[in-house]
């Protein structure tokens, strides 16, 4: 992952939610578009109000990739740290969330996104096996939208069909009630759409232990692409203690709101090409 990227990743993750109590998590998450693959490891350790989350090769979790996303008071601070730069930055998840929230407001007008309201139905929710230990259900949802986008000479209108599987708990002992993570894929970024998957999904499905998205794409020239996402839960360990951060932190650069969004808006420029 480029540094742009874990970054941005940072950010994300800071908003998913941090967790109590010594526990160690290993997730996987792999990325397959269009038959390419990439993926990762996020390994993260958890005590009281601290959280560790460090990046990784797949299947690789030991490795040091000497970047990490660090937070010792719960949910309101974070910091990302490059060992290998010798790099630290530092965050108020409050405002990174409004930050965010300004920036894709921004995007979308932009482009002049928009997202149809579409259509979601409830396949089934079923009580599954037990994973690691811990109760478990499966829900499958099916959504149909329509997105249409338009930028100076380029316009399109996507057709699109995502099925969405989770297999969830409602507790994680050493790990309090915020989700230990939230695939991106299960949303659509039509504020409507995504409120209605929340509720379908329902307020007990705290922790994800593993997310699939597929997602089939169909342009308005005929073309199809297809994506997937997986993300899941490889062990939970209990830790004897909580990684000792040898850190000055007050060298840290603060990452303010304007830094946010050149970060956010480098990262586009990156996708974009």
């Not at 039509?190 to 997310?211: E, F, V």
Request: contains cysteine.
């Amino acid at each position: 992952m480029r540094k742009t990227e874990l970054l941005v990743t940072g950010l994300i993750l800071s908003l998913l939610g941090l967790a109590h109590a010594a526990t160690e998590v290993e997730i996987i998450t792999e990325r397959i578009a269009d038959g390419e693959k990439q993926a990762y490891t996020i390994n993260a350790v958890f005590q009281g109000k601290k959280s560790r989350y460090s990046f990784h090769p797949q299947n690789d979790a030991d490795s040091d990739s000497g970047t990490y996303l660090l937070s010792l008071d719960g949910e309101e601070t974070a910091y990302f740290l490059d060992t290998n730069e010798n790099s630290c930055y530092h965050w108020n998840n409050e405002e990174l969330a409004q930050s965010l929230s300004s920036f894709l407001l921004k995007t979308t007008d932009r482009f002049k996104v928009k997202t149809t309201d579409g259509e979601i139905v409830k396949v089934f929710e079923k009580d599954v096996e037990s994973i690691h230990g811990l109760p478990a259900k499966h829900i499958r949802i099916n959504i149909r939208f329509t997105t249409s986008y338009k930028y100076m000479f380029f316009k399109d209108k996507l057709e699109s069909e995502r099925i969405t599987d989770i297999w969830v708990t409602p507790n994680i002992e050493g790990i309090d009630a915020q989700p230990l993570f939230q695939s991106s894929g299960e949303y659509t970024g039509n504020k409507k759409l995504d409120q209605n998957i929340r509720t379908i999904i329902g307020p007990d499905a705290k922790h994800r232990l593993r997310s699939e998205v597929t997602q089939t794409t169909i342009d308005k020239k005929g073309e199809e692409s297809s994506i997937k996402l997986l993300q899941y839960v490889k062990s939970i360990t209990e830790i004897e203690e909580f990684p000792d951060e040898n850190i000055d932190f007050s060298s840290c650069i603060n990452v303010d709101s304007k830094m946010m969004e050149k970060t956010f808006k480098a990262l586009l420029k990156e996708l974009l090409g």
